[in-house]
């Protein structure tokens, strides 16, 4: 096949400039992508060598231009291997890993190219250039720096080849975990086994296992999220729970091709590589100075100030489930595989609420409807579902974003259900982001999910767990769908990783909003409301087992930290992990959200490593934002919501994040609402 055939090297005519699925094969991204990153360079060879002097649109302009056909093709390839891939364009991945990390090293420390951005960050503060252009001059010149662009070219070309080799790991271990969950799982063979169990898991279960090609009747619990939290919660079978949750937490652990802990061991050892050529004693440090936490201080601090009011407060959780045991009549002591079933029991009991009683309310549909609907209450824009346009997969289903106006702003992509090709968890991606530079006024989003399919003809049914994690998405969505900046550097979600998750996490309060539930939760059968004292019932339950889910999330955040801040990093990452827990007192009854073997936020990218707390400073900021709501009077408060969306949702990185969130707030966030949010305002005993 030559150059001219391939399909992702001619003109992408489809709807938004949507790449022509149906034609593209996993054989046409090698030589796509080589052609690619050979255009790539010589753009930059022609930026360097022009004879004009410097100036912001010969340089800085120039260069958040170029290789925009590589940035189509990696995004294309990306969200293949995470939502729909094969053993085909898994090696695919594997194979390119190492180049494309190697070529993006080589772009931001190209020495001409360098050596004018050099010269423009030193002049930008002259007058001429704008805010936003200084911006990213400062961005582009801080990329640069952090590739090595300062190094002796022996210094860059180790550099190269130690990013390439982490790449090339990084995709070996999210491959591995995809495998994990796909060769693992709980067969349910009779009635007995289905203890418990609401009717829409049963079907679950039963849909799971067809996905897989087991015979008909079979029943299936995988180890994605959404299977194993619904099984821990409602399963009387205490041995099948127990089986489930220790195929879930060892992920990643078995001895064998897919083993992830020596993957993990070498990550860390060429991280700390990597920070001790910037200088830094540890990765951890490097990855902060790129940070608004800006050092290990800052982390250590919210994650310590959290974990002990949690860990006070746990107590309390544990003596109301262990009681609810005694009562009862369970014998046995309680552990991890049981924590779920009885502190449901707890919330049925204490705030009369059954999760079952609940779900009939939160039909996917009608839950897309609501957070739509609140986009447009709070940023005048609305969502038509574009039928015409057809996805990679057919689950995904396509909407075209408008404006108050009537004017077509974008497209948004839904993905929404488990499948054995889509890797674990929620993520939001895109194919095309909104900047003027270059010319892409219109992004393109996507939003993954791994929700459990309902029989044919029937709606899902999401937990109230679920109906967060589709708000959240959204919420990363819309701050790539409103975000139209100058320049493609600065846009959508580009921002830094401790800002990012503060318009996910605040879109989550809509949910939750007693206006929204009335309109939107109807009971997919009868399609009555949801009863008000239902609503009341939830929102009174919310901050049961909060202690619980902060430990979880605070361990796996100080157990990154700690690996990342070691001089010396850990060969036995299991042995390490333990060791943490053991030290910061994480009760094994807790357990962590993400063990370091399976932890993909940390090592199947490096986007989050020593930075899984950002979801917790994020929390600062979403509690603190979501009251200017509250003390405006009005959830969607125009004025309140014109400034969000001006200064958060629509700013990309055009300016800083600390001074956006002041120019949004009018002072820096405090601490007080996330303690209030999470019920942990007393005091953290001595």
Known sequence: MTLIDNPLLSDWSGPFGLPPFDRIRAEHFAPALHEAMRRHRDELDALAAQSAPVNFDNTAAALDRSGELLYRLDALLGNLTASHTSPELQAVQRALAGPMAAHDTAVRTHPGVFARLDQLQAQREQPGLSPEQRRLVERLHTDALRAGARFAPAQREAYQALVAELAELNARFGQNVLADENGHGLSLTGEADLAGLPGDFREACRQ??????????????????????????????????????????????????????PLAARILQLRQRQAAMHGQASFADHA?????????????????????????????????????????????????????????KVRGERYVLDEAAVKPYLSLDRLVEAMFDCAQRLFGVHFERRADIAGYHPDVVAWEMFDAAGQSRGLFLQDNFARPTKRSGAWMSDFQYGSHNRGALRPVILNNCNFSRAAPGEPTLLSL???????????????????????????????????????????????????????????????????????????????????????RYSASALVDLEAHAAAEPPTDISAFEAQVCQRIGLPEVVGMNHRLCHFQHLFAGGGYAAGYYVYLWAEVLDADAFNAFVEAGDPFDPQVAQRLLRHVYAAGDSVAPQQTYIDFRGRPAGIEPLLAQRGLLEPASA
């Open 288 to 344: 902060l100075t790129d940070a608004m936490a800006g050092h290990q201080g800052a982390v250590r601090e919210l994650l310590e100030e959290v974990w002990g009011r949690a860990r006070s407060a746990f107590d309390g959780e544990r003596a109301l489930v262990e009681d609810c045991m005694r009562q009862h009549g369970a014998g046995h002591e309680l552990q991890a595989w049981d924590w779920r079933f009885w502190a449901e």
């Open 208 to 261: 799971a296992a067809l996905d897989r090609g087991l015979p008909e009747g079979s029943r299936l619990v995988t180890l994605s999220r959404s299977m194993v939290v619904p099984f821990l919660t409602f399963s009387e079978r205490r041995d099948l729970r127990e089986r489930i949750w220790r195929a879930w937490v060892a992920r990643g652990e078995h001895a064998g091709e897919h083993d992830n802990r």
């Open 465 to 551: 767990d679920d109906a967060r994690t589709l708000f959240h998405e959204f919420g990363h969505g819309l701050h790539g769908l409103l975000s139209v900046t100058g320049y493609h550097r600065l846009a959508g979600t580009q921002v830094l990783r401790d800002f990012v998750e503060l318009p996910s996490q605040l879109y989550e309060h809509w949910l939750m909003e007693p206006g929204v539930l009335q309109r939107h939760a109807r009971h997919w059968q009868t399609g009555e409301p949801i009863p008000k004292a239902l609503v009341d019932k939830l929102q009174a339950a919310e901050r049961w087992c909060q202690a619980y889910e902060t430990l």
